[in-house]
């Protein structure tokens, strides 16, 4: 039982957490009856300067002109509001951030893997997939597997991955020197830059 109990404390905390981190994300202004402040700097719809007013006197103003009084800058002295249509406002910014969303690109590092005996035939597709890769604006991360006694003879797979990186140097540069690490050799390729 008492498991039971610290899981469900430790959900109730991820929940509260979530919910603290939800709320920071979300854009949240003030709102006409939710200024209470007692002077504020307005700025009209157009962008010019009211100077500064009673939030009863701003909302009236607002209300005027069949806008919303939004509260820009609550840590100024005196808090500053402009008069806006706060429905576009959110449209507008919603509409940003999709935008900015969907012109944001995720790199992803893709994976060659080789033996070091590989053949010819092999050796040319592999490259072609990572070409295909780096093309598409990916990492590559060009690996080649030890096995047994091909410890000894890790400069072979040194001279694989030179070899592979010159075969590509094109459109991607390589990062570091081949380094191994446990069984596996490896290097990365990033995509060259459009000058």
Known sequence: MPGSVCA?????????????VFSISKLNHQLNEEIQDKELRVIGSDGTQLGIMSSEAALALAAEQDLDLVKISPTANPPVCKIMDYGKFRFDQMKKE???????????????????????????????????????????????????????HTNIGEQ??????????????????????????SVFLSPKTPK
Do not use: H, W
């Not at 944001?104 to 890769?133: C, H, L, W, Y």
């Not at 075969?167 to 380094?179: L, R, T, V």
């Open 160 to 185: 694989l991955l030179v070899k592979f990186a010159e075969g590509c140097s094109e459109i991607a540069n390589m990062e570091k020197n081949p380094k191994l690490e446990g069984r596996f050799m």
């Open 98 to 152: 999709k935008e900015a969303r969907k012109n944001q690109r995720v790199v992803e590092i893709k994976e060659v893997r080789m033996s070091p005996g590989i053949d010819t035939n092999d050796f040319n597709t592999k490259m072609k997939n990572a070409i295909r890769f780096l093309k598409d604006g990916n990492r590559v991360k060009v690996s080649v597997r030890f096995r047994g006694r091909e410890m000894a």
């Open 8 to 20: 469900g404390a430790v959900g109730i905390r991820f929940f509260v957490s979530y919910l603290e």
